[in-house]
């Protein structure tokens, strides 16, 4: 076997996700359901994951200098690094509106933290390596 049949880190194609709806029905964005409704995401292998992992860590420890190895986040922070970790292998939405307006990435934070729901399928999509290995199609 090829051994690079193990490797996510190469992937850089981003891999679909079919939201669920709170009730744990596929969403799709009209009745006859053709139109799912799917963000299209990064791995956590992905260099924007890893970009922004780097980012908050040195962004954590530079605050921990400052309060000379005292600094203790408060929890609305973490979850605020946590929902932008995620937000940032967002590379686009399907179907997927706010107020009429197209959802783009750059509203993927804001919409993690008003849909928590959805945040846990994105975290757990991204996080589950398998969704992002050579020839992973995700419908």
Do not use: C, W
């Not at 890893?50 to 922070?77: I, S």
Request: no cysteine.
């Amino acid at each position: 076997m090829d051994a690079k049949r193990f490797n996510t880190t190469a992937t850089t194609d981003a891999q679909a996700l079919h939201l669920l709806l709170p009730n744990r029905r596929l969403a799709y964005a009209d009745p006859e359901q053709t139109q799912p409704v799917r963000i299209m995401l990064k791995g956590g292998d992905s260099r924007e994951f890893k970009a922004e992992q780097a980012r908050q860590v040195a962004a954590l420890q530079a605050k921990n200098r400052q309060f000379n190895g005292k600094y203790d986040p408060p929890l609305e922070e973490l979850e605020t690094n946590n929902r932008k970790l995620y937000a940032s292998v967002v590379v686009g939405f399907e179907n997927l509106e706010n107020d009429g307006v197209p959802m783009q990435p750059s509203d993927a934070v804001e919409f993690f933290k008003t849909a928590p729901d959805v945040f846990e399928q994105v975290r757990a999509f991204v996080d589950d390596r398998a969704n992002f290995q050579s020839g992973a199609s995700i419908a």
